[in-house]
């Protein structure tokens, strides 16, 4: 049973930084991709970032390309997403989630195995 658990969380002021980690039960290199996803309250679950188990390639939501970095442990299998500059529109419930597909990307449809997520909220 893979397990994904999602930490890093919380309450910081707008312009802030926070670096969100998860961490999965399993080598992550056994995936072909990770993943974050955000859910706003009311709203849909919508991608973040992407990385690539194989090659370390990354991929970002062009409304935080330039603030979050998402990068991988294959050693302590965990995958990190660092926020800086942050918004209160970045308020939402962070998880993580792992694919074996390779044209996933930010399609959540094809990620296999989902954290129960983190909150992560913005005050301005």
């Known amino acids: 049973q893979v397990q994904l658990v999602e930490s890093g969380g919380g309450l910081v002021q707008a312009g802030g930084s926070l670096r969100l980690s998860c961490a999965a039960s399993i080598r992550t290199f056994s995936f072909f991709a990770m993943g974050w996803f955000r859910q706003a309250p009311g709203k849909g679950r919508v991608f973040v970032a992407s990385?690539?188990?194989?090659?370390?390639?990354?991929y970002y939501a062009d409304s935080v390309k330039g603030r979050f970095t998402i990068s991988r442990d294959g050693v302590e299998n965990t995958v990190y997403l660092q926020m800086n500059s942050l918004k209160p529109e970045d308020t939402a419930i962070y998880s993580c989630a792992a694919t074996y597909s390779s044209s996933a990307y930010g399609a959540s449809a094809k990620y296999d195995f989902w954290g129960q997520g983190t909150q992560v909220t913005v005050s301005s």
């Open positions: 990385i690539s188990q194989s090659d370390g390639s990354t």
